[in-house]
């Protein structure tokens, strides 16, 4: 019996969506028969054309992933909890905005299930692109995923990192699940708004078991609230103010999109930062406001929803500003900074992959004294770092620490300038117990700054700042760094 069950579910999901595909390519009904005569075990279906790749089935999506000869960042059994968390995650938070019933508790039938297609590169996702119809490709070139509504379809490609692999879904799932809940009004929205939204959503944390989505991570490649801080405080000062509307929005995204300072380039893509930000904001400081505004918005035009919503907050200290939304900004930065290679918020603790050097700093200002961390090595020969007087990229010490055995290690003293590595110390033993607790603490001195590092709370060594002034050295940040190989850092102290 559960062979014809699964028989008949496969067959028709196989019709369907091959019907609708090649219908889409004006194939001819004998093509399309012959095509039918392939039938495909229960672990497998077929995808695009002839080949035959890994597929999985949730309530509410079939999941397909092209081969890979890479290791999978994110295998199908995770994409299942995923998208179940994820769905729920949005119905509490946007389904009382949109007035809508929750999506995550519907199954539809196999043949009705949107499906999402995780292609292996960006050749093969722009490959797709053409094949199910999506006018200019061209123009989805520098994008990570695609929501085609007509064919019911998820296209993306695997990003470099786990992260961005899951935050592209994510994304892309937060537009269809828009669409499901607001039918035609979700495009009459202006692009700041829809964009904006799926942002939102998609900024998480995942930790291999629980997601948290609609919130952003310690440490972010795009670092959307730095690059805001950033953007408004360059702005001259009567060009941030006066209340929120969708035609102040639409002058800030013409702005960034034409504005050229030779001392502060144009970064791709500020305008999404903008819209993730906006969105956080109102969504979170505005709910019923927000709310009113999508009930309006399928009655009339996005200005006057837009009125009919906030209308009543006029000259109340909630009525949404410019100079309140730039505070809002201000006091919502990531406590992390990234500066190259891959990092990632995996709830409680932070992990760091390198081939080479990965870093992250703290970020805002003033620094704090001390630095305290419990690390565990994810590979053999992993060398980890603590990050001190870090001027840039390129300018910065460290004290390196690599595990020699069940109960030694060894560190170094080593200063990175000018695109070179210099050892200021041999490597040097030290004992060590299960586990391994870094620390690094800066004191005051009169010749400028000290610093202390222990060792699972031993105290290992003391280095002088020199005739390096005091002042400029305490504002400089600290940080973690992974040297080669893979760890994680549970960070006990605050940013």
């Not at 509490?92 to 009705?112: C, N, W």
Request: hydrophobic share 40%; net charge negative.
């Amino acid at each position: 019996m559960k062979f014809k069950r699964w028989f008949s579910e496969s067959r028709n999901y196989i019709v369907t969506s091959l019907f609708r595909h090649f219908a889409r390519q004006q194939c001819t009904l004998p093509g399309l028969a012959l095509v039918l005569l392939f039938l495909s075990p229960q672990n497998m279906i077929l995808a695009v054309g002839v080949e035959v790749w890994p597929q999985l089935e949730t309530p509410r999506f079939l999941v397909i992933a092209e081969r890979t000869p890479r290791l999978e960042p994110v295998s199908l059994a995770d994409w299942d909890s995923i998208l179940r968390q994820y769905l729920e995650q949005l119905d509490s938070k946007f389904a009382p905005l949109f007035g809508g019933e929750s999506l995550a508790q519907t199954q539809p039938p196999l043949g009705q299930k949107p499906i999402l297609l995780i292609c292996a590169d960006k050749a093969s996702y722009l490959k797709r692109l053409g094949e199910y119809g999506v006018a200019n490709p061209a123009a989805a070139a520098g994008s990570g995923g695609y929501y085609h509504p007509d064919a019911n379809i998820i296209i993306t490609w695997r990003q470099p990192t786990d992260y961005y692999s899951r935050h592209v879904v994510l994304h892309e799932v937060a537009h269809w699940y828009c669409l499901q809940q607001l039918g035609p009004r979700y495009t009459k929205l202006p692009l700041w708004l829809c964009e904006g939204m799926a942002d939102f959503a998609a900024f998480h944390v995942w930790d291999g078991q629980t997601l948290r989505a609609m919130h952003m991570p310690q440490v972010s490649l795009e670092n959307y609230p730095a690059r805001l801080d950033s953007l408004f405080k360059r702005l001259p000062c009567d060009e941030t103010h006066g209340e929120i509307s969708p035609e102040s929005v639409m002058q800030y995204f013409e702005l960034l999109r034409t504005e050229h300072d030779s001392d502060n380039p144009v970064v791709p893509y500020d305008e999404y930062a903008l819209a993730w930000g906006l969105v956080a904001y109102l969504v979170d400081g505005f709910p019923r406001e927000m709310t009113r505004f999508f009930d309006a918005i399928r009655q009339v035009n996005t200005s006057e929803s837009w009125q009919s919503a906030f209308g009543e907050t006029n000259g109340d200290l909630k009525c949404p500003t410019w100079p309140r939304f730039v505070e809002w900004i201000g006091s919502h930065q990531l406590p992390w900074q990234w500066i190259w290679n891959y990092w990632e918020d995996t709830g409680s603790q932070l992990v760091g992959i390198s081939d080479s050097t990965a870093l992250i700093v703290r970020n805002g200002g003033p620094y704090a004294t001390i630095l305290r961390c419990k690390v565990t090595p994810l590979l053999d020969g992993t060398t980890v770092g603590l990050v001190f007087r870090y001027e840039n990229s390129e300018q910065f010490e460290m004290l390196q620490f690599r595990e020699t055995g069940k109960d030694a290690a060894v560190w170094r003293h080593v200063r990175f300038a000018q695109k070179k590595r210099e050892a200021l110390s041999r490597w040097q033993k030290i004992a060590k117990t299960e586990g391994t607790r870094l620390e690094i603490e800066a004191e005051p001195s009169p010749q400028g700054q000290k610093f202390r590092f222990s060792c699972n709370d031993r105290l290992i060594t003391v280095i002088s700042a020199g005739d390096t002034d005091a002042g400029t050295e305490g504002r400089l940040p600290f940080g973690l760094a992974v040297q080669s190989g893979a760890a994680q850092f549970h960070v006990e102290t605050a940013p």
